[in-house]
């Protein structure tokens, strides 16, 4: 299968294309393995919406939901054995790429319990229990940037553990998780931890940025307001590339570099647009530069695939421009600190609300011996 030209021309660009999705059925079908022979797709991304949505479709789980309750296992136990399954099947597809990018990409996501997102100490173990129990070198481990999370990713990294750090929406919760991030590699070099081996992606979202402060530039109302709507998510997004390149441009990075370390790249996620009424692949086309991931949704892949732009940097040209939205954002009247501070308690409700739904599914399934009531 050769690769589709517009994502072929994106990788070549820089950015890594991540799948944005799993399920059972695409693992059965081969449906994975056409996306990184034909649509340059080279890692995977999941999270409890996406696991509540393929555990309620078809009946591809039903088998090993019906072993589980044979043996009387919890729901949460369960639903660990159903999504490490997945993430572990997934894993082993990557594996080739994996290993031909030495351990870039070919990476598989799989997050912790989103309720204990305000809980370090329960996010560390949990973290700790997916990593032995994937048993997969190239998984990483999702842990939220809450304010809870930023000393659980310092811990996991120097335990070793490969991490994908999620929900991040602030310019300053960005620039604490790449503290993190660094502060884990010192004490993980310092217990004697190859420092090459671990890995981390600090996932930024992108169109929730849109959704909000676009509703609030139409309840203001003013012409000069209305002009901003959907520029905040990209021009957000650019300035957190330039804090990328500051930190990992830094003497305490070159230290660590020295060491063997490994930047730790800024992944655009929630990548597929709102709005209808704006270009379907913009955070894709706007958000070009090298060394970064770029997670979608398989439609805005298809979309890319189809009609996508690729410029060589559509990053570092354009970032005063970017500060200049920002600027323009604050004096029509947007409270940039109130925005991703919504974001992340809503980032976090959402994905607690999905788990939810998970359980619930799983726990219909158990008492049915498999089979949905």
Do not use: C
């Amino acid at each position: 299968m050769s690769a589709n030209a517009n994502l072929a021309e994106l990788s070549e660009a820089g950015v890594s294309v991540w799948l944005d999705d799993i399920s059972r059925e695409r693992l059965e079908t081969g449906n994975l393995a056409d996306l990184i022979a034909g649509h340059s797709v080279v890692g995977v991304t999941s999270n409890p919406t996406i696991f509540a949505g393929a555990i309620s479709k078809g009946d591809e789980y039903d088998e090993q939901i019906a072993d589980l309750a044979v043996r009387k296992v919890s729901v949460d136990e369960a639903a660990r054995a159903i999504t490490t399954f997945d993430i572990r099947w997934a894993a082993d597809v990557l594996a080739t790429v994996y290993e031909t990018s030495e351990g870039v990409d070919g990476r598989v996501s799989i997050e912790v319990d989103p309720r204990l997102a305000h809980d370090t100490a329960a996010t560390i173990a949990e973290a700790k229990a997916l990593w032995w129990t994937v048993d997969r070198p190239n998984t990483l481990i999702k842990i939220p940037a809450t304010k809870a999370g930023l000393p659980a990713i310092t811990a996991a990294i120097a335990a070793g553990i490969s991490v994908n750090v999620t929900l991040i929406f602030s310019l300053e919760r960005y620039r604490e998780v790449m503290d993190a991030y660094m502060a884990g590699l010192e004490s993980a070099k310092a217990a004697g931890h190859d420092l090459s081996k671990i890995h981390s992606v600090a996932s930024f979202f992108v169109s929730r940025v849109d959704s909000e402060i676009d509703k609030r530039l139409e309840k203001i109302g003013t012409e000069e307001a209305k002009a901003l709507k959907g520029k905040a998510a990209v021009a957000n997004a650019r300035l957190a590339y330039r804090e990328f390149e500051n930190a990992f441009g830094s003497p305490r990075w070159e230290t660590l570099a020295g060491s063997g370390a490994v930047p730790q790249r800024p992944l655009w996620a929630s990548t597929s647009v709102k709005d209808p009424s704006y270009r379907d692949v913009m955070y894709v086309e706007d958000l070009i530069a090298p060394g970064t991931v770029n997670t979608m949704p398989q439609k805005t892949i298809d979309d890319f695939a189809d009609h996508g732009e690729v410029e060589a940097d559509t990053i570092r040209p354009f970032v005063a421009d970017a500060a200049a939205v920002m600027t323009r954002l604050e004096s029509v009247g947007v409270d940039y600190a109130d925005v991703v501070k919504v974001l992340e308690a809503e980032g976090v409700d959402k994905f607690i609300v999905s788990w939810n739904q998970l359980l619930e599914q799983i726990e219909s399934k158990l008492k049915t011996g498999g089979e949905q009531k």
